[in-house]
DNA sequence: ATTACTAGTCTTCGAGTAC
DNA sequence: TGTACTCGAAGACTAGTAA
């Protein structure tokens, strides 16, 4: 089921004159007049809103009475939610960082199997085999760290060796980018420099040579 | 302007994906996945949005840079806001009395043309010439009235004499019919009666006969 | 890979009316 | 007054395809 813009607006309508939980007395031609539709839409999208249930429709000779169900209500609620995130969301702290020339370390371990598993898993991508590394300041990084959501990446042992647990951190590279800071789990020498994953090759994508300015967000 | 249902997914689908105050990077054929639509669609949306200048849109080769612009945050937030009220709103306090048989009073007054205007303007509809009178406990009234906006009516003065102001509570009556309490501003004796106007003779639309229940909300 | 035009199909609208 | 059916017109959608 999907409902339309009208179907929305008369919803909305009968929310605002009824309430959550009253009733309203209305015709179509009333209604009609005051959402600028016409009488026979009004009367085609009653029935088709109390079909779908969302609003429950009692028609009598001189109008109808009608009231929201608590399917009517779930939906203007969802939209409500939708909204409200979009609105409270704060204004994303950015993180600056320059291009460092990696040691291949990086890529070594990101190309491993049993990381590049959860990646996908966690990230919803497949990441480039490689990373970006940032020279930052550590402490803009914490602070940065802090206002974002942890995702857990899970160690694993091989016949070889075992590797440990780390983390990531969604970020927008440049504003525009997906990518993720990862971090190991306990990390024994707090670094001023990160690196960054990313589905893409970052620096053919974002035309990055070293020591570049780089924005994360 | 109107935009349909699918122009506001896209806004919100812009919205969630690029903040407020950012920017996100999509193809067209990405979006429709996501939201599913066509593809054609998504691009035709796109330009419709553009050129109503709810979003910013900047065309490449491999994808699109969106981000709203302010008249698309408005009208974003005039949804929510309309929302908001919605769910806020507290439960209405009800209000019962018991029809009494007025004594024509009112009706002379309501007809007063210096009234009837200001009626038909602040309420919204010609009013009926007559009023119901309901006999109602006092303390429930002043806790009822506190919660309701007030209107004020101004009074006027004819050749032969002056008529004072007088406040508007609009109510729903049995739930239903649209009416308002009208009340002197500086009532000199306090009443366990009140009067109501209404659009409609209300004795008759709700079939009315006196100490009849009548609840107000 | 993209975006977006064309053209045919499907959906939705409202004027005219019936009841 | 009401609601709601029919049916022609207008609008919106997508498959095919060009660039």
Redesign the interface.
């Known amino acids: 089921m999907?409902?339309?813009?009208k179907?929305?607006s008369l919803l909305?309508f009968i929310?605002?004159n009824a309430?959550?939980?009253?009733?309203?007395?209305s015709s179509t031609s009333e209604i009609a007049s005051e959402l600028n539709f016409s009488q026979q839409t009004v009367s085609r999208k009653l029935s088709f809103l109390a079909e779908e249930n969302l609003i429950e429709r009692k028609v009598f000779a001189d109008g109808n009475?009608l009231s929201l169900t608590e399917k009517g209500k779930k939906i203007?609620?969802e939209?409500?939610t939708?909204?409200?995130?979009?609105?409270s969301?704060k204004?994303?702290i950015k993180l600056s960082g320059k291009t460092q020339s990696g040691l291949g370390e990086g890529k070594y371990y990101v190309n491993l199997s049993g990381y590049q598993k959860q990646f996908k898993k966690k990230l919803g991508k497949k990441i480039f085999p490689g990373t970006l590394n940032l020279k930052i300041k550590e402490l803009e990084l914490n602070e940065f760290l802090s206002s974002k959501e942890k995702i857990l990446v899970t160690g694993f042992s091989t016949e070889k060796r075992s590797f440990g647990p780390a983390l990531l951190f969604k970020v927008?590279v440049n504003?525009?980018?997906d990518g993720a800071i990862i971090v190991p789990e306990r990390t024994n020498h707090p670094s001023d420099i990160i690196e960054v994953i990313s589905p893409f090759f970052l620096r053919k994508k974002l035309k990055l040579k070293d020591n570049y300015l780089v924005s994360l967000?």
Do not use: C, P, Q, T
Request: hydrophobic share 45%.
């Open positions: 999907m409902i339309s813009e179907d929305f909305l929310a605002k309430g959550l939980n009253d009733v309203v007395k009475i203007l609620l939209r409500k939708e909204l409200d995130k979009i609105f969301s204004k994303r927008k504003g525009l980018v967000s």
